[in-house]
Nanobody, 126 residues
Framework: QVLLVESGGGLAQHGGSMRLSCAAS????????MGWFRQAPGKEREFVAVLNWSDGSTVYANSVKGRFTISGERAKNTVYLQMNSLKPEDTAVYYC???????????????????WGQGTQVTVSS
């Protein structure tokens, strides 16, 4: 079992920045990737970004590309999401996810990720 704990959410202004953190604990030795999804009220869950530990590759949703940066420290089983140039449409609950078994599904497929954090609210005012 892997436990994911997010931190760093809150309120930001349009154009502002915010950094989210997610720390994994438990049986993390097979974790192949960690990333972020988000869900806004009344909308479907949306892929944001993922960091693949095997080769350090990153994948971003088009909606955040160029504004958000995902990074991580494998030794600490921690991943970060630096969010810049925030927009009101970035308002959502952000969920940290991990693929703890090396699933072969697509990066943006929520079914790839077997562990989900409790979520942290990010609100961007206009």
């Amino acid at each position: 079992q892997v436990l994911l704990v997010e931190s760093g959410g809150g309120l930001a202004q349009h154009g502002g920045s915010m950094r989210l953190s997610c720390a994994a604990s438990g049986r993390t030795f097979r974790t192949s990737a960690m990333g972020w999804f988000r869900q806004a009220p009344g909308k479907e869950r949306e892929f944001v970004a993922v960091l693949n530990w095997s080769d350090g590759s990153t994948v971003y949703a088009n909606s955040v590309k160029g504004r958000f940066t995902i990074s991580g420290e494998r030794a600490k089983n921690t991943v970060y999401l630096q969010m810049n140039s925030l927009k009101p449409e970035d308002t959502a609950v952000y969920y940290c996810v991990s693929d703890s078994w090396g699933d072969s599904r697509r990066d943006y497929d929520p079914q790839r990720y077997d562990q989900w954090g409790q979520g942290t609210q990010v609100t961007v005012s206009s």
